[in-house]
Each structure stands twice: as structure tokens, then as C-alpha cells.
């Protein structure tokens, strides 16, 4: 036999180290309820038995505080669990503001990732150790699910949305990064690996792989899109097409022609390019082309970094 | 101890039972009898559970190795697909509704028959169509969607027969409905004079509460798989997102379904065997109508926790809160039932005889399943263990470890009234305790393969998994020797010489067990007429396992 065994994943951050108490925790708290009613059930079942002849007198047939009491009693306890995993949980998707944006794009079968700086990589991602990364993910075909089981962190990508998890990953390593949502045919050969390495390696990383330095970040590939698209024909201000102007759009408020009114995040912006009459932008016409047929995730991905990074003023897109 | 009559009604005259009436093919293939549907369900559901398992021992040869050696990647994905439909749909869903309560809710009730017999029927045939229409799957090109139908997958990516599969689903759900609508109506109208809803037993709340189930989810499944075909065959966009349609919408669409679906599954076994732990306990059980109204209570939260399948696809934190927290109070009324159970045995007269055994091993599987099931009720808990074998082995333990253990526990303890015969005891006991086993060995590994990380639907897995996965391949084939065994001694005690089995072997209370077995054609001489509360052991007459 080729194969080993594994008693218990390794952590690689303190969420994972969190979660394998928790469920230690929880997980005796459980004997401790479960053990007494599994042995009274077999002294019941021995010492009851037809052959014997032991006091049954008054047996009971109902009571009802006995009743209450384990329902009630056993859920309280586990409430206690639930608000400690639902702290847990809310922490994932609460990320520090200065989390490193990695944007992931899945497809049959292969991970892509996009750094912010404008390095690339398939089915490998390295990251800082002890900085906190932030994942902005969707999928390109079916929906897929970013797994390390290394960070007890899980989350299925979408297509047509973006997902994101955020994670700090404090001990340097490689650790098996898998899809965890049935996608098809090479689904469980889906996998990849996660490279945690300390900060100094990672920046020489980086600069290493930054694609030779034609694209530079991936904010300024955006930017290059913005023009060789034609966007900054409408947008710009020197247009004589009326479109919206987009300069430090990202996170301010937008009134829409439906009379709402959202914040301008991943999801717009992105739903904005490629579903360009889902939300028209009040006092607009709803004149804008699709680019829905003509771009892929990554660029997308790339012209929403550049929009981020763009600034208001007179003559910003 | 009294000497007046548990239950009414005129003498035993020498009756023909349903058995006797009629050899010929029409007399079973055009029989309105509920009990001889309940046997053309029985012999058809182990035909199914027959393919069913016939996948399953496929993917756990072949999960042996790493790399896979035996199936292709699509070949692998195509027999846990029609594993989980044929299980779920074919097997898992119709077993005990359509078998034992096919069989027992009339003649527990102290009715001639079902509100509908001919319904009856044409819900078997149903079942029968859509059956065929999954084998011609089968053999047809497979489908690889897995039981799931996960969109856009299903919808827009997948190979193979979707529509042909999606079609035997909808189909099958016709039946399903067709059951709970004449359960439901001959509960409430069937009743045999006396026979008030206080004196109903589990077994009859529990296929109540599952009735209200069949009709109220399946026609949800119903439209929503037709959506899917929709999608495929002309692209109307309601899930694919390039046409401004949502993925996520038919997740919740299909969990409002699948989630109750699993209750279906489980909600008929918790009746089960509360009938057979009263009667080997020979005990009123304890707090009746704490039991009864936990199956409501089942039913009624089941229908608001489907969120919890759904806690990383994307949908809002805040939902999947509440979910979480309406996951936990679910298991209440699961939890109910194991303490009463467990007191009912204290001061009995215990019979330890196989029906107990399966009973008290259902109750163990049941209670590990529905722990881990609190356990993936937890947050963060579940983010780290969903969509993996964590996840395969709560449900197998929920789905094999208690429905199934539950159904053979059933058929165990109702084949003398079914039959008129006595099977070899101590074979059954044996099985009992080797299906335990087996599935224990089966599944216990996979909840550390799913902490350790081994997502399900692999086909190809990380060498370090392997010897969990050996181990589990292992205990499958005790597993399945345990489930073959009964299908022996049962069938050998149908054989001429057969041991006949009296009225009332196990000495129980229940109206079926006043009845001959097995019973006459209209299951009763004459009509019943119910004095007595249920589960008033000690019997009035006392009868022993012995004097047939």
C-alpha cells in the first residue's frame, strides 16, 4: 500500500487552531450528554430482561418536568456553541482593512490567481505569512469551492458573483488546496497548494514573477483596458457621450434609475460591465454595450482594481 | 391486569388470508389490497436498493486506491450519481412508507383498506415507470450530476441523460404524493370506531407527520428539477447567470425539498421503532404524547432549515445564522424521542430479541448521526467539514445507519404478520449485530476523513487518505454480507414446512396483532372496535412467542 495514514490535519492559522476547539469542545460536551443515555440503555436492557425477575412496580409512564428538563437543559448548552461558532463564522467574512486583494477565478478544472501588484500564478497561490489576505473570487463555468483544509476556511465560487474569505495564515508551508463543490468530470484532481512563505520571500517572489514587468500592477493593466476597450471614450470627461463618470467610484454611494440606491462594490462594478442594464445609473440612458461576450473574469477583475484605484477629480474617467 | 377485552370484535372464523386469495398474475398485478401492494413495493424496493448497492460496491473498490484504478473519472462520478438518485429516490424514500406503512396504517388503524386502493395502485405503477426510466439512465449513457442537480452544472455543463434523469425524479414524485394523500385521508377518516387520535400509534403520528411532508415539499422538487430540464433543453435562463439567471436560487429552491426529504427518510424509521421498543419492552411507552408531537414538531421545523446546506455558497451570513440556530432546534424533538426510548426500558419485561437489537442499534447510529448533525449545524464547524466525507458519513449514519437499520428492524418484527411465517431467531440476531458492525467499520472512518480534509465526490484522493478509505471498503463488504444474510433466513422461511407463525408472536399490543397471520383479505373478521389506550401492556390475554 502506497498510502499513509492521517490522524489530524495540520493548522496553519490561528481560525484553525479556533475551530479544532471548538469542535473538541462541543464534541465532549456531547459524550458527556450521550454517554449516560447509551449506558442506561444497555443497564436498562440487561437488568429488565424477560428471564429476570427484578421490582417492576410503578413504572412510570410520564413526566412532564422530566420531559422539559432534557429538552431544555441540552439545548441551552448548545446554544452557548452556537453563539462561540457564530462569532467564529462572522469573523471570516470580516476582513482587516489591510488585507492583500488576491483575486481568484475558477474554472473547469484549474484555480488562477491574480496578485495586486500584477503577478499571475495557476493552481498555486503564495502568500505572505502572518499578513492577512483577502480572497475576491468567482467562476468562470460551474460553481467550484476554494478548500484548505490546513485553514478550516471553505467557500464555493460563483459564477456571475463574487464570494470572498479572508484568512492569515501565520506558519510558513505548503498546504493542499482543494475544490470542495462537485464540478464535473476532473473535479478531484482539482487541487492545487497554498504557499505560505515569510514576508521577505514573498516580496522576492513578487518580484520575480511580476510578467516581466509589461503589464505592471493590476491596476494599471486596467487601466490600459479602459482605454483599449474604448470605456474612457464615454466615460472620460472630454466625452461627448453621456455616461457616468467613474473616478473614485468604488464605495461611494450610486443612485440607480430604479430609484434605489447602493454602495458601488466588486458586484457592481463587475455586474456593471458585464450586465450593463441591470443597474442603470439615475439620469442615464441605458445605452451602454455589453462586454459580457468579450472579457474574461481576469480582466474584469483587472478593471475594477484600476477603478479602485482611480481618484475624483475633473479629468479622472 | 384486567380481564376485560383490549379490543372488540366477533371471533376468529376461519377466514382466507390475502395470500391465499388469488395466484394469478392479475390477482397481484391488478390488486387493490393494500397489503399485496405493500409486498409489490417490498420485492421492488430491494430490486433498487439491489442497483443502488451494486454502485456502491463500485465506488468503494475503487476508492481502494488513490489513483483510482478501476472507473474513469467520469465513470466515478456517474456511479455515485445513480448511487444517491436510486438510493434517495428508489429506495430510501418509498422503503418504509410505502412497504410497511403500504401494509400496517390501515390495519393499525383497524381498516379494511387505504381511503383509495385503486390510487394505491397507480402509485406503485408510478413508481414502477419512473423505476425504468432510471435504469434506461443507467444503462443509457449515466448521468453525473450527482443526486444533487446543482445548477449551472446540471443545467448548462453536465454530460449524459440530465433530462431523462430529472424526468424518472419528477415522475417518482407523483407517487410520492399519491401515498401521502391517501395516508393522510385514511388517518383521519379510516379510524376504527374508538380509535381516537389520543389511542393512534407512533407508527401511525409518524406517517402522519410524513404525509404532510410527501404533499407539501415533492411538488417543489417537481417544478424546480422542470426548471433545470427547462434550462437545458431551451435556455430560459431562470439559474444559468449568462442569461441574468441565479445559481443559488435553485440550491434553496432544492434544499426546501431535500431537507425535509431527509425527515421523509427518517420520520417513518423513528415510528418503527418505537413500536418495536414497546413491544419488546412490553411497556407502555414513556410521555406518548411527547413522542407523537415530535414528529410534528419534526416536520414543522424541517421546513425552515434548508439554509444550513448552503452555509458557504454565498448566501448572506446573517441567513445562515438563523439557519444555524433553527438547524439546532430541530435536533430538540429528535432528542425527545432517544430519552424516551431510553426510559421506556427502565422497569420493562425486555424481550431481546432481533426487532430490539436492530431497535437499540438504530438508536445509537441514530444518535451519532444526529449529533454530527448538530456538529455541522455550528458555524465554523461546517465551514471546514461540508462537502466532505464529514458530511457522507452524518447522513449515511442518519440515512443507512437509521433508516435502513430501521426498516430491517421493521420487516424483522412484522414478516410473522406479513408472511404467517417465523424466520431462523438467532440468524437474525446475528445479522443485527453484523450490520451494526459492518456499518460502524464503514462509516466511522470517513468522519476523520472529512476532518482531515478529503472532500466527497473524489475519485482520485491524497495517498495519506488511503488507509482510512481501505479500512471503510472493509467494513462495506461486512456490511454487505450482514444486509445479505436476511434476505436468506427470510426467504427460507417462506418455504414450504415454514415455520407458521401464531396471531401474535411477540406478544404485543396493536391491532394488527389481532389479527391472524397473516390477516384475512379485509384484515379484520368483522369491525374492530378499540377500548383501550395504546401500548396497555400488560396484555389482557398474554401470549407468548411459543404457543402458535
Not at chain 1, 469542535?23 to 430482561?49: E, K, N
Not at chain 1, 462537485?182 to 520575480?208: E, K, N
Request: hydrophobic share 50%; with cysteine.
Amino acid at each position: 500500500m502506497s498510502g499513509g495514514i492521517l490522524f489530524w490535519p495540520p493548522a496553519a492559522s490561528h481560525h484553525a487552531e479556533q475551530v479544532d476547539l471548538l469542535i473538541g469542545s462541543f464534541g465532549a460536551m456531547t459524550w458527556l450528554l450521550t454517554l449516560p443515555v447509551f449506558v442506561l440503555m444497555a443497564w436498562f436492557t440487561i437488568r429488565y430482561r424477560r428471564s429476570r425477575d427484578v421490582n417492576r412496580d410503578h413504572a412510570p409512564t410520564r413526566n412532564l418536568w422530566v420531559e422539559l428538563g432534557w429538552s431544555i437543559i441540552p439545548f441551552i448548552l448548545t446554544l452557548g456553541f452556537y453563539v462561540w461558532a457564530t462569532m467564529l463564522f462572522l469573523d471570516i467574512y470580516r476582513p482587516p482593512a489591510d488585507a492583500v486583494p488576491i483575486h481568484v477565478v475558477a474554472k473547469q478544472w484549474m484555480w488562477k490567481f491574480q496578485h495586486p501588484d500584477g503577478a499571475r500564478e495557476i493552481n498555486a497561490l503564495h502568500v505572505p505569512a502572518g499578513r492577512p489576505v483577502k480572497l475576491i473570487m468567482t467562476s468562470e463555468d460551474v460553481i467550484h469551492s476554494f478548500y484548505v483544509p490546513a485553514l478550516r476556511v471553505k467557500q464555493d465560487l460563483v459564477p456571475g458573483r463574487y464570494t470572498s474569505l479572508w484568512f492569515d495564515a501565520e506558519k510558513p508551508g505548503r498546504y493542499p488546496l482543494r475544490c470542495a463543490e462537485f464540478c464535473g468530470t476532473d473535479h478531484s484532481v482539482m487541487g492545487g497548494m497554498l504557499i505560505v512563505m515569510p514576508p521577505q520571500d514573498y516580496a522576492a517572489w513578487l518580484a520575480r514573477n511580476r510578467d516581466g514587468g509589461t503589464d505592471g500592477t493590476l491596476a494599471q493593466a486596467g487601466a490600459r483596458l479602459f482605454r483599449d476597450l474604448g470605456c474612457s471614450g464615454c466615460h472620460g470627461a472630454a466625452s461627448t457621450v453621456k455616461a457616468p463618470p467613474l473616478g473614485g467610484i468604488f464605495g461611494r454611494p450610486v443612485a440607480l434609475s430604479s430609484g434605489d440606491t447602493l454602495i458601488a462594490d466588486d458586484q457592481y462594478l463587475s455586474d456593471s460591465i458585464l450586465l450593463p442594464n441591470k443597474q442603470v445609473v439615475a439620469g442615464y440612458d441605458p445605452i451602454m454595450p455589453t462586454y459580457g461576450n468579450v472579457l474574461r473574469p481576469e480582466q474584469v477583475n483587472a478593471l475594477v482594481a484600476y477603478l479602485k484605484s482611480t481618484r475624483a477629480s475633473k479629468d479622472s474617467p | 391486569m384486567t380481564d376485560e377485552p383490549r379490543f372488540e370484535h366477533p371471533p376468529e372464523e376461519a377466514a382466507t388470508s390475502y395470500l391465499a386469495d388469488g395466484y394469478s398474475l392479475r390477482s397481484w398485478f391488478l390488486t387493490t389490497d393494500h397489503k399485496r401492494i405493500a409486498l409489490l413495493y417490498l420485492v421492488s424496493i430491494t430490486f433498487f436498493f439491489l442497483v443502488g448497492a451494486g454502485a456502491a460496491a463500485l465506488i468503494r473498490l475503487d476508492l481502494l486506491t488513490p489513483q483510482g484504478d478501476l472507473l474513469s473519472n467520469d465513470g466515478y462520478n456517474r456511479a455515485f450519481s445513480i448511487h444517491g438518485i436510486v438510493m434517495v429516490w428508489f429506495f430510501l424514500i418509498p422503503a418504509i412508507p410505502n412497504v410497511l406503512g403500504n401494509f400496517l396504517v390501515p390495519i393499525m388503524i383497524g381498516a379494511r383498506d387505504l381511503a383509495f386502493p385503486r390510487l394505491n395502485l397507480l402509485s406503485w405503477y408510478i413508481y414502477i415507470l419512473s423505476g425504468l426510466l432510471t435504469l434506461y439512465v443507467v444503462v443509457g449513457g449515466g448521468v453525473d450530476t450527482g443526486w444533487t442537480f446543482y445548477t449551472p452544472l446540471s443545467s448548462v455543463y453536465a454530460n449524459g441523460a440530465v433530462v431523462a434523469t430529472i424526468v424518472a425524479v419528477f415522475i417518482s414524485g407523483f407517487s410520492t404524493i399519491l401515498t401521502g394523500l391517501n395516508f393522510i385521508v385514511t388517518i383521519h377518516k379510516l379510524r376504527a370506531p374508538g380509535m381516537t387520535w389520543s389511542r393512534l400509534p407512533l407508527f401511525i403520528w409518524s406517517h402522519y407527520a410524513v404525509s404532510i411532508i410527501f404533499v407539501l415539499a415533492t411538488p417543489v422538487l417537481a417544478i424546480t428539477l422542470l426548471l433545470v430540464a427547462a434550462e437545458r433543453l431551451i435556455g430560459i435562463g431562470v439559474f444559468d447567470p449568462r442569461l441574468g439567471g441565479d445559481p443559488l436560487l435553485f440550491q434553496h429552491l432544492f434544499w426546501f425539498y431535500s431537507h425535509p426529504a431527509v425527515y421523509i427518510m427518517v420520520l417513518p424509521a423513528l415510528g418503527v421503532v418505537s413500536e418495536l421498543i414497546t413491544a419488546a419492552a412490553h411497556k407502555r411507552i414513556f410521555g406518548y404524547w411527547f413522542v407523537a408531537f415530535a414528529s410534528i414538531a419534526i416536520a414543522v421545523i424541517g421546513f425552515m432549515v434548508w439554509g444550513h446546506h448552503m452555509f458557504v455558497s454565498g448566501q448572506s451570513v446573517y441567513a445562515s445564522a438563523v439557519f444555524s440556530f433553527l438547524s439546532i432546534a430541530v435536533a430538540v424533538p429528535s432528542a425527545i424521542k432517544v430519552y424516551n426510548w431510553t426510559v421506556t426500558l427502565y422497569k420493562a419485561d425486555i424481550a431481546i430479541d432481533a426487532p430490539l437489537l436492530f431497535a437499540l442499534g438504530f438508536i445509537g447510529l441514530f444518535v451519532a448521526g444526529g449529533l454530527t448533525g448538530l456538529m455541522l449545524a455550528m458555524l465554523a464547524i461546517d465551514v471546514h467539514v461540508t462537502d466532505t466525507y464529514f458530511v457522507v458519513a452524518h447522513f449515511h449514519y442518519i440515512m443507512v445507519g437509521g433508516s435502513v437499520t430501521a426498516f430491517f428492524g421493521g420487516l424483522h418484527f412484522w414478516w410473522p404478520k406479513i408472511t404467517g411465517r417465523l424466520y431462523n431467531e438467532t440468524l437474525a440476531r446475528i445479522a443485527a449485530i453484523l450490520i451494526l458492525i459492518g456499518f460502524n467499520i464503514t462509516f466511522f472512518p470517513q468522519f476523520m476523513l472529512g476532518y482531515e480534509g478529503m472532500p466527497r465526490r473524489y475519485h482520485v484522493y491524497p495517498p495519506e487518505f488511503q488507509v482510512l478509505h481501505v479500512i471503510s471498503s472493509m467494513g462495506a463488504a461486512l456490511l454487505a454480507i450482514g444486509y445479505a444474510m436476511p434476505a436468506v433466513y427470510l426467504i427460507w422461511s417462506l418455504l414450504p414446512g415454514g415455520r407458521r407463525a401464531p396471531a401474535n408472536p411477540w406478544g404485543a399490543s396493536g391491532l394488527e396483532w389481532t389479527t391472524s397471520s397473516p390477516p384475512p383479505q379485509h384484515n379484520f373478521i368483522g369491525q374492530p372496535v378499540v377500548v383501550r389506550q395504546p401500548y396497555d401492556y400488560p396484555l389482557a390475554h398474554p401470549v407468548s412467542r411459543d404457543d402458535g
